[in-house]
């Protein structure tokens, strides 16, 4: 249960975790003469692979409950945990948008799935963005392999591939591809996929 800010209480593992992250956040900030709003990745990075016991166990914690840590605040607040949640954000966004330049060279994006592609416009709070594939075509080694270069610039990040072709949606079983800076997961159902497709392959991206 929340206890006012902080879910573990005022002078809990939470509050600590928010100073430590705080403290490392003004100091990368400084160090790179920067402000949240032209921050990078390696931020993230920075926050989830420190070796600050308030930050490492708190993070460990977290990953063993499997729940993102979100923070019980008013919206005009301003303490660590808002600011690393907007630092996600425009992190997120940043990868959004390069997405979108590479698809709208394939493609068009239509939110209610009458194009080719639409990217989740939804910020989970996870190192990812969803990208919802109405035409088979966008799953060509072309454009994942551009898709996947873009991810050079976001460590610890992936792109999650889902195919969404209309008309399919009872007939096809779930399936799409993970798209990672060093490799490419691929869960596609070629049994269910037009003939010209069941043979795209991603080794070697």
Same mark, same amino acid.
């Given at each position: 249960?929340?206890?006012?800010?902080?879910?573990?209480?005022?002078?809990?593992?939470?509050?600590?975790?928010?100073?430590?992250?705080?403290?490392?956040?003004?100091?990368?900030?400084?160090?790179?003469?920067?402000?949240?709003?032209?921050?990078?990745?390696?931020?993230?990075?920075?926050?989830?692979?420190?070796?600050?016991?308030?930050?490492?166990?708190?993070?460990?914690?977290?990953?063993?409950?499997?729940?993102?840590?979100?923070?019980?605040?008013?919206?005009?607040?301003?303490?660590?945990? /808002? #600011?690393?949640?907007?630092?996600?954000?425009? +992190?997120? *966004?940043?990868? !959004?948008?390069? @997405?979108?330049?590479?698809?709208?060279?394939?493609?068009?994006?239509?939110?209610?799935?009458?194009?080719?592609?639409?990217?989740?416009?939804?910020?989970?709070?996870?190192?990812?963005?969803?990208?919802?594939?109405? /035409? #088979?075509?966008?799953?060509?080694?072309?454009? +994942?392999? *551009?898709?996947? !270069?873009?991810? @050079?610039?976001?460590?610890?990040?992936?792109?999650?591939?889902?195919?969404?072709?209309?008309?399919?949606?009872?007939?096809?079983?779930?399936?799409?591809?993970l798209i990672f800076r060093g490799r490419v997961i691929d869960h596609l159902k070629r049994d269910y996929l037009p003939a010209k497709f069941r043979h795209i392959s991603y080794e070697g991206l």
């Amino acid at each position: 249960m929340a206890k006012g800010r902080y879910w573990d209480g005022p002078e809990g593992a939470h509050r600590s975790y928010c100073v430590a992250v705080h403290a490392l956040m003004m100091t990368f900030m400084a160090e790179r003469k920067i402000v949240p709003e032209t921050t990078t990745p390696e931020m993230l990075k920075e926050i989830r692979e420190s070796d600050d016991p308030r930050i490492r166990d708190f993070n460990h914690t977290m990953r063993m409950l499997r729940g993102p840590v979100v923070p019980v605040a008013p919206a005009d607040e301003t303490g660590p945990g /808002n #600011l690393l949640a907007h630092v996600h954000e425009l +992190v997120w *966004k940043s990868l !959004h948008d390069k @997405a979108s330049e590479v698809l709208d060279a394939f493609g068009k994006k239509d939110c209610l799935g009458e194009a080719d592609y639409w990217i989740v416009d939804d910020d989970w709070g996870l190192d990812f963005i969803r990208v919802e594939v109405q /035409n #088979l075509q966008l799953l060509a080694r072309a454009v +994942v392999g *551009k898709l996947k !270069h873009i991810l @050079a610039d976001f460590p610890g990040w992936h792109i999650a591939v889902r195919v969404d072709v209309p008309g399919k949606e009872k007939t096809w079983p779930l399936m799409g591809i993970l798209i990672f800076r060093g490799r490419v997961i691929d869960h596609l159902k070629r049994d269910y996929l037009p003939a010209k497709f069941r043979h795209i392959s991603y080794e070697g991206l």
